[in-house]
Structures are given as C-alpha cells and as structure tokens.
C-alpha cells in the first residue's frame, strides 16, 4: 500500500507539470458538453426559445454546416498557432538564458488552460457537425448546439489575443527571474518561521556512532515523505538523521539516514522507501534548486554570446536578498513525527556548498566585468553584514569575499578600474 501511494504521488507530480494536463481535461469538458448541448436542442423549452428569439438560433441546416466548417478551419489555425508560438518561446528560453527555464515555462497554468479550450472548441464542433451528417438535413435540432460553437469560437479569439500579450511577456527574462525569486523568498520566508518553531536541541547531539543506512540508488535527495513512514517507526523513542541536505546529489551505496536505534528489515526497507530521490536537479524553482537555476541565468548573461551584464547585475541582487535569508538557516533542524516519540532530524545546506554553488561560478565568468563585479562586491558584503549570520557562516563569506578581491587584483588589468573596485572592500 505504502508503495501504491508513493507511485501514485509521483506520477501525480509528473501530470500536473505536463503541457497536456489541462488540455485533456478541459477537451473531455467540452465532449460532455457538446453531447449536452445536443440534448437540450430536443426539449421543448428551447423550442419555445427559438420560437420567441428566432434571431439567435440557426436553423438551416447548410447554413450551420458552413458555419461549423469555417470555426473548425479557424480554431485549427489558431492552435497550430499558438503551439508555434510556444516553441518558439522555448528555444528562445533555452538558447537565451538556461535550458533549465523550459520546465516552469510548460508548466505554466494559464497556456495550458488556453490551449485547452483551443482543442476542446475544436472537439465540440467536430462533435456537433457530426451529429448533423448523421440527422440529416430535416432535422431542427442545431440551433442551440451551433449557437454555443460561434460563442465559444468568440472566446477563443479573446483568448488568442491575450495569450500573445501573456506569452511576449514570459519570456521577458526580468519576469522569469521575479518569478523565480518570488517562489525561492516565499519558500526561504516558511522555511525560516518553521525552524524558529523546531526548537529541539540538535547542535550538540553526536550522530557519528548511529547506525548508517546507504541509498539503494542514485539522484538528488528532495527530503522524506513522512506520510508513509510506519506508525511503528513514528511510536518508537528513536532519532532519524536525514544526511544530505536537500536537493544534494547522492550516489548508490552512499550513506543516506543515520539511526539512534536498531530498526527490523521492515521498517529500514520502509524507510527507504520513503525517501524522495530524484533524477532532475531541476524539478522545481524552490530552494536551492531555484537559486542554481538564477546562478545559471547570470553565468549564461556573462558567456560571449550574450553579453548582457544588466541581467546579471539584476540576479546578483536578487541572490544576494535570497543568501541573507538561506545563511540563517541552522544547521540542523528536527522534529518529532506525527506527535509521536520518534525525532527526524533535517541538515540543511552548509555555507560553504552555498557559496560553491551559486557565486563561485558567477565569480569566475565574471571576472572581467568591472561592473557586474561591483555589484557581486555590493551583495557579498550586505550578506557578511547579516545580523543573524552564525560566526562560520560569516567568516565562509569573508572567505568569498577575499577570494573575490584576489581575483579582482589579477584579472583586472585597468589600474584605474582596479582601483575603484578595491576601494569598495574598504
């Protein structure tokens, strides 16, 4: 059972990302619909409709079928519009700013509605014009059914429009970087005010002599489902330590839990099974998954391709607001499962990895760029200035900030630009 439900969350995860998660449901919408419509055309309400506003129905049958023919043509042109325009977006994405953007771009709710009701449109005339080949021509019952087809073919050009204006404006990369800042702040903003609630003392407990379970394959740890974790396991007076932190890469046979207490085969293979470990570092814009996708924004603005230091210089500022809130973090967390006995105790990502990850890279390909290297000095130093910084956190940023001015020292050559940037550690 315990699997059933972790398979069916997964695949859940996988539908709801995908391009044809809406689509499918609003086109199943519309065949209902559609079949409704031609239902309710035989009841004598809507006959007495028509007698009273004849103007707003159809009743010759060549007539709705011209109509019928000519919105199938014109939806059909406009989603094979419209998916173009979404590959273009795409490529332009992938080959502009970071590959990594294209998940969060699919995703997108509001397109995928709008394709939606493109293809269910589509569906509903189909199904309409149908049924009126299998009536016949003497038939009187396509009034209402053709009526709603013209309506909905209306809101689909309304939509057209405003999925041109939504479109041009996702791709702009200053509204994918406030995206994807306003999602890793609000997860920082929760992550912080639930550490302040996990108050159980984890800084001095020693976990090296605790039995060590490894993984049993290979990817990036996102955390553990403690839905399915046994009652057994959560009654027991025992202690869990999750080693990675999350979103950190883990090899098979790699050590993954640490145990206070011996456990049964049972309850270590269910444990492992609760662990979430995937295959994409990318999976979501949360955490530190978000701020490596902003590191990667900035490192492409820097390549000689692009060339664009104003991207960069506006992700630098949004990473640097994002570290203050990260570098808070303690370095460990717990809490006790489901009011039970049994502690799971979290490690979060150590300074160090932090500064590694997200401004290593943006360092190194920045270099030479007098300006984006004034504002990375700016945000290294905002973030040593941290009131709530621990003592190793801020001097792992000293550290940064030292090898910065090392690099500025080298690899300007300008005296004078060289000058005014290490005026700036002063």
């Given amino acids: 059972m315990k699997k059933i439900i972790k398979f069916i969350t997964r695949m859940y995860r996988q539908v709801i990302r995908s391009i044809a998660f809406y689509p499918v449901l609003i086109s199943l919408f519309y065949g209902i619909l559609a079949l409704i419509a031609l239902s309710l055309d035989n009841w004598e309400i809507v006959h007495s409709i028509k007698k009273n506003v004849p103007y707003l129905f159809i009743q010759d049958y060549e007539t709705a079928r011209s109509i019928l023919s000519v919105l199938i043509g014109g939806v059909i042109s406009l989603t094979v519009f419209s998916f173009s325009m979404v590959m273009v977006v795409l490529g332009q994405a ?4 970071s590959p990594r953007l294209l998940p969060g771009l ?3 709710s509001e ?5 939606g009701i493109y293809v269910g449109t589509l569906l509903y005339c189909i199904i309409i014009l149908t049924s009126l080949g299998a009536l016949g021509m003497d038939t009187d019952t396509i009034g209402l059914s053709t009526m709603l087809a013209a309506i909905l073919s209306v809101i689909c050009i309304a939509l057209f429009v405003y999925f041109i204006h939504n479109i041009s404006g996702a791709i702009q990369i200053h509204n994918i970087i406030d995206r994807i800042f306003s999602k890793c702040n609000d997860f920082a903003e929760r992550e912080l005010k639930q550490s302040n609630i996990l108050q159980i003392s984890t800084g001095h407990t020693e976990t090296s002599e605790w039995k060590v379970l490894r993984s049993d394959r290979s990817g990036y740890v996102r955390g553990i489902d403690t839905r399915i974790i046994k009652d057994s396991i959560k009654a027991q007076n025992n202690q869990i330590e999750i080693i990675p932190y999350p979103n950190m890469h883990v090899w098979k046979g790699k050590p993954i839990l640490r145990i206070q207490k011996d456990l049964t085969k049972e309850e270590i293979k269910n444990l492992m099974l609760c662990m979430d470990i ?13 701020m490596i996708k902003l590191m990667e924004i900035a490192v492409k603005a820097m390549s000689p391709g692009i060339n664009d230091p104003g991207t960069a210089i506006d992700t630098i500022e949004k990473l640097g607001g994002l570290l203050r809130k990260f570098l808070r973090f303690p370095q460990k967390t717990a809490q006790a499962l489901d009011k039970g006995q049994c502690v799971l105790i979290k490690n979060n990502i150590p300074a160090k990895e932090l500064m590694r990850t997200i401004i290593q890279p943006i360092r190194f390909y920045a270099k030479q760029d007098s300006l984006v290297l004034y504002e990375l000095i700016d945000a290294l130093r905002l973030i040593a200035k941290c009131p709530n910084l621990c003592n190793e956190n801020s001097r792992v940023v000293k550290l940064e900030i030292n090898s910065l001015r090392k690099d500025i020292e080298y690899h300007i050559v300008n005296s004078s630009d060289r000058n005014q940037l290490l005026a700036k550690f002063e």
Avoid: A, P, T, V
């Avoid at 994409?280 to 530190?288: A, S, V």
């Fill in 111 to 115: 397109h995928q509605i709008i394709l």
């Fill in 94 to 97: 992938s080959s502009n700013f």
């Fill in 278 to 290: 995937s295959s994409n570092r990318y999976e979501n814009d949360y955490g530190i998954g978000g």
């Fill in 106 to 108: 699919i995703s997108n």
